[in-house]
């Protein structure tokens, strides 16, 4: 695996990936995971879903997402479309979510185990 620095508008991250393009993708399940309800709410519809993701993600990224194995604000940096990264995390979701659903188990799957708080503990 290779190291990776990841910049994009207020995104500054370091991922241990198998290419540069699983680098982005994680960055971006870093910045969108708490976004990941939108694939539990059975009325929006994938168009809905993508455009809610590309509004939330353009909101902290630049057109690009720049990613360097050598060290941030590099000229050198592999740049890839953040539109296009965004697209491909929306696919690995989507498919994940049928998945799901094709188990049986409900799409509340998704959410990472640390971000559900259990009810005895929440009180």
Request: some cysteine.
């Amino acid at each position: 695996m290779s190291k990776f620095y990841i910049q994009s508008g207020s995104l500054r991250l370091v991922l241990d990936s198998e290419s540069p393009s699983m680098a982005a993708v994680a960055a971006v399940d870093n910045l969108l995971n708490p976004h990941v309800w939108i694939y539990e709410d059975e009325t929006l519809g994938d168009e809905v879903r993508r455009d809610h993701l590309m509004v939330e993600a353009l909101c902290h990224l630049d057109a690009v997402i720049r990613l360097s194995e050598i060290g941030f604000d590099r000229e050198d940096a592999m740049i890839l479309g953040t539109p296009e990264v965004i697209d491909e995390w929306h696919l690995v979701m989507k498919r994940l979510s049928g998945l799901y659903q094709a188990a049986g188990l409900p799409p509340r799957g998704l959410t990472s185990p640390e971000t559900v708080v259990s009810p005895a503990l929440a009180s």
